[in-house]
């Protein structure tokens, strides 16, 4: 587990501050929960927190638990994110404000930026926003599907990239 510093997500909310009261977001590779955790404590009405190991999903649901975070306002999936956002598409009621993927640096993101993009308006609301941390040397996808990349910030071997839905799928999502 590589955590995100704390300079990082002082960075990240620093951004997103605008968007997060009232938002839904999720975290994607969600490690100790400390980013959807505090999503919530600066407003967001509901975290979604999903991650592949079962350690994981149990140290969330008690650092939610110490935190006094309701239940109503929480969700905790155990799931690789690949295979949780396709089940998702199906299911278009549980569409997210702000998604925050970081899973390790060695993993391929493609699969789950295309995923995003062929199913942006099914998985993102109108305005959403996909912000993907991952090592400043990994080259993503500027745009795949109906997702563009709208700004890249670094700090030290970090980088936060922000997608965002462009073209028809923005006009089609409500």
Known sequence: MRPTSD????TLFNVIAPRIEGARFLDLCAGSGAVGIEALSRGASHATFV??????CSLIKANLDLCRIAE?????VQSEAHDYLR???TRPRDRWDIVFLDPPYDDDYLPILDTFG???STLLTKNGLLIVEHHHKNELKDETGSIIRSRILQQGDS??????VSGPAAKANP
Do not use: G, K, P, W
């Not at 300079?7 to 002082?10: A, F, H, S, T």
């Not at 980088?159 to 965002?164: G, I, N, V």
């Open 7 to 10: 300079r990082l997500r002082e």
């Open 51 to 56: 991650d592949q190991s079962r350690r994981m």
């Open 72 to 76: 109503d306002e929480r969700e905790v």
């Open 87 to 89: 089940r998702m598409v």
């Open 118 to 120: 062929a199913n942006a």
């Open 159 to 164: 980088a936060l990239s922000f997608y965002q």
